[in-house]
């Protein structure tokens, strides 16, 4: 069968991606074999493919493959979140395209329009999980909304009800007017604004003078309480007892003194708003003040505010603002850079607001924990996002988890007439509570009214790791998978997600959800921004995935994501990454084309065991480089590997001279070490090699290189692989002075070396092979007009047959010194370190050492040789 000259991935992909499917390679069910589990942060079931899943899902996927291919019973979930806030959002949106008002309508025709959208339009994103190769078990995906997900997160909230640790209050909150929902400290983010301070007098009510205050929000004035003076505050002593009006409305209030006054800001004077910001709230409450909530829940001005009723608080901003300055209330405005919370689902400012919701106490959850990450139960890869994860829990305030929403679980409080309520997993357990505690048991289901809120989001994905087998239902699988084993993530859902389902885990299986967790990196552009839509630095992945293959984007993905830190993308790594891909596929090319007779090649065997113990010395660093999850690493290595030695170094010493066959050992040997390296990157690159693994060779049915066992790395000698990389080193010096010589590669050369023969005979014809030298004699450094050049501190010199300039020679080996003398600096700065002699293992220290050696005897001969030019 005649290859293709160029690797095309478009067919390839789709017809291996259907077979693996066919094939059910994927799935899982529990048996014999030890688990590797894998679930799937699960995207947004409104969201389509961004860059940052397209790495997350390629390194889960990278670990799932090889875990695989170890012998594991790999299970990787997938799935999606319902999203509640943004999938609410877009669910009104399309309703009132439609001409329908969400209030218009019933909770129960809300939700069938909701989830006819969810299975029209959600879970895009895992059909375009598979275009990049996700092995993930499709037969197991879940969704955080379908029935059994969402009884288990009615239970755990009954079951945290019942153990006091959920409780409904009134508390400062934050308040997203746009989606008129509660969200939690963790959904907000901040960013700096230029803003105005407003000096605003107050008039006193008992002499004449006035009190000035300084504030960035003028609106709030309206629901002021109290004047706030620092008690140590030698300014405001003779206030003690006074009151003040409230500009433009009148308002008597007192002046108090707290010791959160900042006396250095603004005018040391402070406005109290316990409505509309948590510190006032705090303060009010010491103080027992008056609460006065001046806005709506859509952020207008409500009736307590008595002026700009029904106006939007930034529009009310401006017109308090000129009837401050034409009342003579306005003292000054000065420029200042000021921090505003925003809505992380909907980008709008976040109003501070009281209001009575559902929470967690979370102090007695974190202690487990925090110790489970700190005795290194479950481990952080980078470490150093543990300081983060500590610093949050040990600080952790209650979650607040009720949402004013109607898409997501319904919080499971029943309340009667007079307001108390009952906390159960169904209405009829409810009437039962109730029945019991007022004694009434002609009460009725009728009589029952079940809380309008859902839980937050979060609330259901913090047990993904129990709830995608079932767990709080049968146990039967959870048994088998649960702990899992990793979880691929990004840092800035540390908080969101993984710190709550460790709690999670340890309160309801009392052990770990996960063994380890490798946070990812940001992916920005060349210039460090972050991707963005409003930039135009975003690049469609699945455009990328048609344009260069999803082997080529995997590949392109990897090379610039080291573990933690933020990936900076430029899309000519993808192109890179193709041209791997075609590398591979020509090396295909050159082997199939072979013609290949029976018999033995003896001056390839130096080179097949070389080759093999090069192999072998891979593979163990690359099982270290795995369990360390240094994937960026492990990817560089083997593509190092495949394209260098294998391709441009081990081909080349093995090909036959062009028009002759080659031999069977060398062609068999060829074959099985193409398949092992096939094998050894098949996780990175799962569709070229797939392709590959089934051309190589006639295969059985069901022979699948994706279910394949990995390669096994055995013993080697590092003696042999150094015998291969001096043979390079020799090869590539020769051809290198033969290029500056300006000779031609067909031209025959005649070698000279002060070595022993004994040291370079067994590979001898192959450096004489590929380096096209006629003759070579050892034992010589007596020979004139030729180039030399130093291999493992033995002298080479090459006769070119063109007059050498001895005054460029010269030049070019006092460079070559200065390198090793440089070199030989770098090292003993090392070894003069007394810390890392302190620490290092012996093994290093002793390579250090040879490496010094080995310097210094590279400089003598340097040495020497500019000495016989002089």
Not at 537 to 554: C, F, M, Q, T, W
Request: proline share 4%; charged share 30%; net charge negative.
């Amino acid at each position: 069968m005649e290859l293709a000259k160029k690797y095309n991935p478009e067919p390839v992909e789709g017809k291996w991606y259907e077979a693996w499917l066919d094939n059910k390679l994927y799935n899982s069910t529990p048996d014999e074999r030890t688990p590797y589990t894998i679930v799937i942060p699960p995207p947004n079931v409104t969201g389509v493919l961004h860059m940052g899943h397209m790495l997350n899902n390629t390194l889960q996927d990278v670990l799932i493959r090889k875990a695989r291919m170890d012998g594991y019973n790999a299970c990787w979930v997938p799935g999606t979140d319902h999203a509640s806030i943004a999938t609410e959002a877009k669910v009104v949106k399309m309703l009132k395209e439609q001409g329908i008002n969400k209030w218009d309508i019933s909770r129960e025709e809300f939700l069938e329009h909701a989830f006819a959208w969810k299975e029209k339009y959600g879970g895009v994103i895992l059909k375009q999980l598979q275009r990049l190769g996700a092995s993930c078990d499709w037969d197991r995906t879940r969704f955080t909304m379908e029935p059994k997900l969402s009884e288990a997160v009615i239970k755990v909230f009954v079951d945290l009800y019942n153990k006091g640790w959920i409780y409904k209050g009134v508390r400062m909150t934050n308040w997203d007017p746009s989606a008129l929902t509660v969200v939690s400290d963790e959904e907000v983010y901040y960013k700096e604004n230029k803003a105005k301070l407003y000096h605003v007098r107050y008039k006193l009510k008992e002499e004449d003078g006035y009190v000035t205050i300084a504030t960035t929000r003028p609106e709030t004035i309206l629901g002021d309480t109290a004047i706030c003076f620092n008690p140590k505050d030698e300014r405001y002593q003779h206030l003690q007892g006074a009151k003040v009006y409230v500009p433009l409305i009148q308002r008597e209030i007192p002046v108090i003194f707290d010791e959160y006054v900042d006396m250095e800001f603004g005018t040391g004077a402070l406005k109290i708003t316990p409505a509309h910001d948590p510190n006032d709230f705090e303060i009010g409450k010491r103080h027992n003040l008056e609460t006065v909530d001046i806005f709506t829940e859509k952020a207008k001005l409500s009736k307590a505010a008595q002026l700009f009723v029904g106006e939007d608080r930034f529009k009310a901003r401006k017109l308090m603002v000129d009837l401050l300055e034409r009342t003579g209330h306005l003292v000054k405005v000065e420029e200042i850079d000021n921090k505003l919370g925003y809505s992380e689902r909907t980008h709008i400012v976040i109003e501070p607001r009281l209001t009575e919701q559902w929470f967690v106490k979370m102090k007695g959850l974190a202690a487990p924990a925090i110790e489970g990450v700190k005795t290194g139960d479950i481990k952080f890869y980078p470490e150093h996002q543990k300081n983060t994860y500590f610093h949050w829990m040990e600080n952790i305030r209650d979650w607040c988890i009720s949402r004013q929403l109607w898409w997501g679980q319904r919080i499971p409080a029943y309340y009667l007439e007079d307001g108390s309520y009952f906390v159960a997993e169904t209405a009829e357990q409810a009437l039962d509570l109730a029945k019991k505690k007022t004694g009434n048991h002609q009460l009725t289901l009728e009589d029952l009214r079940q809380d309008e809120d859902v839980v937050d989001t979060w609330f259901s994905s913090w047990l993904w790791p129990i709830s995608v087998f079932d767990g709080f239902e049968d146990r039967t699988e959870l048994d088998y998978y649960y702990p899992t084993n990793v979880v691929v993530t990004g840092a800035d859902i540390i908080f969101f997600w993984i710190a709550r389902m460790i709690m999670a885990g340890y309160e309801w299986e009392d052990k770990k959800p996960f063994g380890a967790v490798y946070f990812t990196g940001m992916v920005r552009d060349p210039q460090r921004r972050k991707m963005s839509k409003s930039l135009g630095n975003s690049p469609d992945p699945i455009g990328l995935i048609e344009k260069y293959g999803a082997d080529g984007v995997r590949v392109g993905m990897l090379l610039c994501s080291p573990a933690g830190g933020d990936l900076l993308f430029k899309e000519d790594l993808c192109e890179q990454g193709s041209r791997f891909c075609n590398k591979i596929w020509n090396a295909l090319r050159l082997v199939k084309g072979w013609e290949v007779r029976e018999g033995v090649n003896r001056d390839n065997i130096p080179v097949i065991e070389w080759f093999e113990n090069k192999f072998n010395q891979t593979l163990k660093t690359l099982e270290n480089q795995f369990e360390q999850y240094r994937i960026s690493e492990a990817l560089k290595m083997t593509y190092s590997f495949i394209w260098q030695d294998f391709c441009s170094d081990y081909l080349e010493m093995v090909k036959p001279v062009y028009g002759k066959p080659i031999d069977r050992a060398t062609y068999n040997a060829t074959i099985a070490f193409f398949e092992d390296l096939m094998k050894m990157i098949h996780p990175i690159i799962p569709f070229v090699t797939e392709e590959i693994y089934q051309t190589l060779k006639k295969r059985e049915e069901g022979d699948f290189i994706a279910v394949a066992s990995y390669p096994k790395g055995g013993n080697f000698d590092a003696k042999i692989v150094k015998k291969g990389e001096v043979t390079k080193e020799i090869i590539t010096a020769v051809r290198n002075i033969r290029n500056k010589s300006g000779l031609s590669p067909k031209d025959q050369l005649k070698a000279y070396s002060a070595a022993q023969l004994k040291d370079y005979q067994s590979f001898l014809p192959i450096i004489m092979k590929c380096a096209n030298l006629g003759s070579m004699e050892f034992n010589r450094s007596d020979v004139s007009n030729t180039v030399s050049f130093i291999v493992d501190n033995d002298e080479f010199f090459i006769e070119t047959g063109v007059e050498i300039n001895l005054a460029e020679e010269k030049e070019r080996l006092k460079s070559e010194l200065q390198y090793a003398l440089g070199f030989k600096n770098s090292v003993l700065k090392k070894l003069g370190n007394e810390r890392f002699v302190n620490n290092a293992p012996t093994m290093v220290i002793e390579k250090e050492r040879k490496k010094l050696a080995d310097a210094e005897e590279k400089i003598k001969l340097l040495e020497e040789s500019i000495s016989k030019l002089n």
